[in-house]
């Protein structure tokens, strides 16, 4: 049977990925952030997934306001890297696990979880740093990925009750799929940051703080934080965040906590990242 064995945090900012593609991840400013990241990277190479499944944003790469899908599976067997304005960034294409991607859609839609299928999709920065942070800069990712896409661009983007209520869902998919799968998860964005307008640049470390104590110990309190509490507490982008408790409601009840790595700033955001592991055994 195939089992979630970890689930992942972090923040996508896009400037991250441009360190690393430029070569300047070990200057003064992004050494300390880059620093942080080793760890996690350690662990996910002994970790050894046979693959992952990303929940995202598209940042207007992929879609526009013509077409904003709430929740989007990603079934292809390949995803190019998407050209956000200066060329798309010099990563590996992300291959796909069509198989248990089509598992997924078919268990999430049965399961009442009304999914986009996507069987051609760019992959913007929201999912292409993330597996920097946690992968380096291999000639190949490795290991498939699942990219999974959230509406937070958009309002009304979906609730967090409902983003954990589909991590349950995903949990239920990967229990079921008949093969020996070990799987992470990923939630990624945030964490506090405001992009845009008068509170342009707004960090809340006390937020971030209590959010990553509260994913570990008590995530359903969590999912309880309302759209407006996210904007006025972690920014207007913080609303990302979202996706964090798809990851958080596939995994245990109880999880361990790994690691946690948070630095600000990065970019105009404060990056963190977390790694949970499900107590029950791999
Ligand atoms: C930025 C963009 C993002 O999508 C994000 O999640 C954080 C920061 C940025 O443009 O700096
Ligand atoms: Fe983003």
């Known amino acids: 049977m195939a089992r979630i064995v970890a689930g992942i945090a972090t923040s996508h900012v896009p400037a991250i990925g441009v360190a690393m593609d430029k070569g300047t991840s070990s200057n003064p400013y992004w050494q300390p952030l880059f620093e942080g990241y080793k760890p996690a990277q350690k662990w996910l190479a002994e970790l ?4 992952a499944i990303i929940v995202y944003n598209d940042h207007a790469s992929a879609f526009s306001l013509a077409l904003i899908p709430t929740f989007l ?5 390949k995803f190019p890297i998407a050209d956000e304005g200066f060329g798309p960034r010099p990563v590996p294409a992300v291959i796909g696990h069509p198989e248990l991607a089509w598992h997924l859609a078919e268990s999430l839609i049965l399961d009442e979880f009304d999914m986009t299928i996507a069987n051609e999709m760019p992959v913007d920065h929201g999912l292409t740093v993330p597996l920097t942070v946690t992968c380096g800069a291999p000639a190949a990712w490795p290991f498939p990925v699942i990219p999974l896409c959230v509406n ?6 979906p609730t967090g009750a409902r983003c954990y209520k589909l991590g349950q869902a995903i949990r239920r998919a990967i229990d079921a799929f008949d093969e ?10 945030g964490m506090s940051h405001q ?3 008068e509170r342009a640049g707004l960090i809340n470390r006390q937020f971030d703080t209590a959010f990553l104590d509260g994913l570990t110990k008590d995530p359903v309190a969590l999912t309880k934080i309302t759209h407006t ?5 972690a920014g207007s982008e913080g609303v990302e965040m979202v996706m964090w ?7 245990d009840d109880q999880v ?23 107590r029950s055994p791999a």
Not at 180 to 189: C, E, F
């Open 256 to 278: 361990t906590e790994v690691y946690r790595h948070y630095h600000v700033p990065a970019s105009n955001t404060a990056a963190g990242l977390i790694l949970l592991e499900n």
């Open 195 to 197: 992009l845009q307008g």
């Open 48 to 51: 050894a997934p046979d693959v």
């Open 152 to 157: 937070v661009v958009q309002y009304p983007p």
């Open 229 to 233: 509490e996210y904007m006025r507490e």
């Open 245 to 251: 408790h798809v990851m958080r409601g596939a995994l």
């Open 73 to 77: 599976i990603g079934v292809a067997a």
């Open 180 to 189: 020996d799968l070990r799987v992470v998860i990923y939630g990624t964005g």
